[in-house]
């Protein structure tokens, strides 16, 4: 692995640029692996990553259907924040914003992680009770976490309409200073290029048609387009797929996927200095270093795997933002896409084990994928009931459900698009 | 945007006069005290979720106001048809869609 660095970029820029290096190999499947991750976006890489750097475990391969970081990794507005209202929710997010932290470092990779400070806005008297009481609970479990009056807000983020006979009034806001938001594509490139440099085989295009168990019930691997890789364990990765997969080996999961959209305008020059999430009017937007405005939307009411959603949605997502920012009612869209996210009842991820011996799984992060730290927790999941794991299990407060599909842990806000 | 026809009406219609209602033909069980927990876990939680034809809820609720059931793939969004909320589910080969 060719390090990145100052003095590598003048060097190259001095011979032509002609010394670059592919930063993975593209592998082709063997026989048979200790673990194979399916779905190669950010968690699943984090996972092998993880499993690789703290467990020693390399014979590890991460199979996706399409390209690396292509799916919900490449799709999402880049969001990443803790100020979750459950102990076990801001436990794990808050940790995995912590990994976010120094990341960049540790992979030689820069995910450009850019704590700008995420504020989130109340409209109406419900708003402000529940925020502050996230407020209240995210400081009593050590996140940062702080109220701002509409003045202060408006101080904050400029562009903020507070008049009071604003369609969208802005009776406060929450701010948590230490959220902000990371390159998506960078996080997935960076774990995949350190993964690969320990070994682990990254498997594009061939996707995987089926988990296959043996007489005892237990995995014995994954038939896929490549023809059947053999596995000791196997850990499903896959986002809005995961009912899919699963259903493969017969666990039946708690899970239904709902189209997610999203949309960037025009690039302008820097205009916007933070995030601002609207969960009432379901309108969440930053700017990205090139310029654009990066706009989420909610997911779409029914379920679907069409990766496109419906324009209804956008169009109301587009009038809140220039309710509540009037200086972009001007502004031009550039393009807009969608993405699969997998939702659980109560909008909480699942982590670990499953009723299957040695398949685990990490999915029902709905729309807050990119910030979770699946890695870990799928890491933990992979190495089954082994000590490290068990730890890893105390420190999240959280043991298998009694008769659960897998088990859970977290506790999401029972809000439908949140990221 | 979804076009869907209402079987109420008889019309075809934006979607944003429906509302979607989740999962068809999950049967409310009979004697409820009598559930375990599992039993309960499944019929509140467990959707088949399927990438494919789906059979699924909506209700006309800017116009007629009632529940209907279709059945919609998943993949494209195009509805395959709908039909009156009673009615017994259509099987796929019916609809020429392989099971």
Known sequence: MTRYSAFAVVKNALTGHTGWRAQWPDAEPKKQYDVIIVGAGGHGLGAAYYLAREHGITNVAVIDKGWLGGGNTGRNTTIIRSNYLYDESAKLYDHALDLWDGLSQELNYNVMFSRRGVMMLAHNVHDVQSFQRHVHSNRLNGVDNRWLTPEEAKAFCPPLNISKDARYPVMGAALQMRAGTARHDAVAWGYARAAAAMGVDIIQNCPVIAIRRGPDGAVTGVDTAKGFIGAKKVAVSAAGHTSVVMQSADVRMPLESFPLQALVSEPVKPVFPCVVMSNTVHAYISQSDKGELVIGSGTDQYTSYSQRGGLPLIEHTVAAICEVFPIFNRMRMLRKWGGTVDVTPDRSAIIGKTPVKNLFVNCGWGTRGLQGDARRGACAGAHGGDGRAARAQRALHAGPLPHGAADRRGGGRRRRALR | ?99
């Open chain 2, 1 to 99: 945007m979804l076009l869907i026809h209402c079987p109420y009406c008889d019309e075809t219609l934006p979607e944003a006069e429906f509302a979607y209602a989740g999962e068809a033909h999950i049967i409310r069980p009979a004697d409820p005290s009598t559930l375990t927990d599992e039993e309960w876990r499944d019929f509140l939680f467990i959707r088949s979720n399927a990438r494919g034809p789906h059979y699924e809820r909506w209700r006309h609720v800017h116009g007629c106001a009632r529940f209907f059931n279709a059945v919609r793939d998943t993949v494209s969004d195009r509805f395959l048809l709908t039909y009156k909320a009673g009615e017994k589910r259509p099987d796929l080969a019916s609809l020429g869609v392989a099971e």
